[in-house]
């Protein structure tokens, strides 16, 4: 499975970016989808995970009720749609996939994007 990542920018604190994560593979579709963030001196942090029907979702409690993920397996493109940006969550975001049932270790996704840069700054 090979990951894409798109939408990253710079956005004044209360705005919003979406980003796509868009997966190639035969069986992409069949995955586990999870976003995560790094910041600079910081360890990787889970943000958000999809099950691979879109069904079920789970966020950490400091994007809840601001982010949203979803997923479209028609264009095996799943998005992280970020409301009410603050300038902690300034990080390079990444998506990555597992075939394992919703899980937010990292250590439990084989495939990940390159990463795209968010900063929320004024």
């Known amino acids: 499975v090979h990951l894409v990542e798109s939408g990253g920018g710079v956005v004044q604190p209360g705005g919003s970016l979406r980003l796509s994560c868009a997966a190639s593979?035969?069986?992409?579709?069949?995955?586990?989808t999870g976003w995560f963030r790094q910041a600079p001196g910081t360890e990787r942090e889970f943000v958000t995970a999809i099950s691979w029907s879109g069904v079920s979702t789970y966020y950490a409690d400091s994007v809840k009720g601001r982010f949203t993920i979803s997923r479209d397996n028609a264009k095996n493109t799943v998005y992280l749609q970020m409301n009410s940006l603050k300038p902690e969550d300034t990080a390079v975001y990444y998506c990555?996939?597992?075939?394992?049932?919703?899980?937010?270790?990292?250590?439990?996704?084989?495939?990940w994007g390159q990463g795209t840069q968010v900063t929320v700054s004024s």
């Open positions: 990555a996939a597992t075939n394992r049932i919703l899980t937010t270790a990292a250590d439990q996704y084989a495939y």
């Open positions: 593979g035969r069986t992409a579709r069949s995955y586990t």
